[in-house]
């Protein structure tokens, strides 16, 4: 599950709140979520904050962190794979496809 923080200014580090609420959505989901209350929940927040704020260590604790720069290239490559698998017809398999969807 991921959170986004993006700061207001040079100066903004990330803040005990938003840590909170990265380090809280898989509580949240797995209570407000039936389909999800087995499954293992990993927060990720993406950001590009380059510091913290006092307090913010101990309620990051289990969250990953991506920054924004490494998230919006692996994005472009995604939407890029996704295009290109839609122009071509692939299935999984890697066969092409029909217009009716058989390989």
């Not at 100066?11 to 898989?26: E, F, I, M, N, Y």
């Not at 039936?34 to 293992?40: D, F, K, L, R």
């Not at 990993?42 to 969250?63: E, R, Y």
């Amino acid at each position: 599950m991921f959170e986004d923080f993006q700061p207001e200014g040079d100066d903004s580090g990330l803040t005990v709140a938003k840590a909170r609420q990265a380090q809280g959505h898989p509580n949240w989901m797995k209570a407000n979520v039936p389909e999800v209350s087995g499954a293992e929940i990993l927060p990720v927040l993406v950001t590009s904050a380059t510091h913290m704020t006092a307090g913010c260590v101990p309620q990051l604790q289990g969250v990953g962190f991506w920054s924004l720069a490494d998230y919006r290239a692996w994005a472009q490559i995604v939407l890029a794979t996704v295009r290109d698998v839609r122009v071509k017809g692939f299935a999984f398999t890697g066969a092409p496809v029909d217009a009716a969807g058989e390989v």
